[in-house]
T-cell receptor
Framework: DVKVTQSSRYLVKRTGEKVFLECVQD?????MFWYRQDPGLGLRLIYF???????EKGDIPEGYSVSREKKERFSLILESASTNQTSMYLC????????????????FGPGTRLTVL | GEDVEQSLFLSVREGDSSVINCTYT??????LYWYKQEPGAGLQLLTY?????DMKQDQRLTVLLNKKDKHLSLRIADTQTGDSAIYFC????????????FGQGTTLQVKP
């Protein structure tokens, strides 16, 4: 079974702190994603990565950065946390092609609920 | 443009059928997905349909795709309390990035 793990289930930080959210997948997937989930807004893509050291901005990258030094690990960094970044953060990984077929199932971690005070 | 829309809430009685609807705007989408999120958990793929199909059935789940109207629906037969969750539809194109566009999610409440 694919497993995507996130470093914390709950996190409380203060405004201005630097915050690291870690995500690890164990299935050798090329693609990894960071989303935030807010009620009524669904999932919004922050950043994604399709290879080691490669990253692309999603729909809401402002205030965030990412790091992918190893294939299995994708980190989300809040350089200076603000209260409007209080949210649920979900990490996902996917294998787009398998056995020559377009597949593209994303596998999600359990989420990190971040509160910024 | 890329936009996926869902209604936010649906309430049904146990044993009834549930129908969750979704509209999308990008006619070039190749696959459309339904994901389920149970309380306190991440999303899990429920089912998907390729854009050249009109219908897909998988046990209690039926997916209907109307490409002309860009409308996708998920029908859950004999809805159980364990089906209470948030359901997200999502679309993707055939690309190497694997990017998905998600709707806002529909919270399904199943009353006993």
């Amino acid at each position: 079974d694919v497993k995507v793990t996130q470093s914390s289930r709950y996190l409380v930080k203060r405004t201005g702190e630097k915050v690291f959210l870690e995500c690890v997948q164990d299935m050798d997937h090329e693609n990894m994603f960071w989303y935030r989930q807010d009620p009524g807004l669904g999932l919004r893509l922050i950043y994604f990565s399709y290879d080691v050291k490669m990253k692309e901005k999603g729909d809401i990258p402002e205030g965030y950065s990412v790091s992918r030094e190893k294939k299995e690990r994708f980190s989300l960094i809040l350089e200076s946390a603000s209260t409007n970044q209080t949210s649920m953060y979900l990490c996902a990984s996917s294998l787009v092609w398998a056995s020559g077929l377009f597949y593209n199932e994303q596998f999600f971690g359990p989420g990190t609920r971040l509160t910024v005070l | 443009g890329e936009d996926v829309e869902q209604s936010l809430f649906l309430s049904v009685r146990e044993g009834d059928s549930s129908v969750i609807n979704c509209t999308y705007t990008d006619s070039s989408s190749t696959y459309l997905y339904w994901y389920k999120q149970e309380p306190g958990a991440g999303l899990q793929l429920l089912t998907y349909i390729f854009s050249n199909m009109d219908m897909k059935q998988d046990q209690r789940l039926t997916v209907l795709l109307n490409k002309k109207d860009k409308h996708l629906s998920l029908r859950i037969a004999d809805t159980q309390t364990g089906d209470s969750a948030i359901y997200f539809c999502a679309e993707s194109k055939s690309s190497n990035t694997g990017k998905l566009i998600f709707g806002q999610g529909t919270t399904l409440q199943v009353k006993p």
